[in-house]
């Protein structure tokens, strides 16, 4: 039933660093149990995701709450658009990698 925990190495989608890389569903499983959402998007939808770096992964969520990412941000180009993230993401480019 959905996604395990993994970890492996390779280069993050936002920043383009090598690193270890975390899973990011474009809309957060904490939000899959929502009537809008089960309506709206089939189960491989809600399972879709990322292969991002820690340090964006944290940024993500330390800027929007599940709802907003889930409404706003369920594509990379949304992500990839957004004002708040480009500049989290240009910060952790300056970042040294971690378990590179």
Sequence with gaps: MGRERRSKQGCCILC????????????????????????????????????????????????????TLAQRFSTVESLRQDDAIRKHVSWVRKQKAKGS
């Design 16 to 67: 383009g660093r090598q690193s270890r890389l975390t899973f990011h569903h474009l809309i957060p499983r904490k939000v899959h149990r929502r009537n809008r959402f089960k309506k709206q998007h089939g189960r491989t939808e809600l399972q879709k995701g990322i292969d991002i770096c820690q340090l964006c992964h944290w940024g993500l969520h330390n800027l929007y709450d599940e709802m």
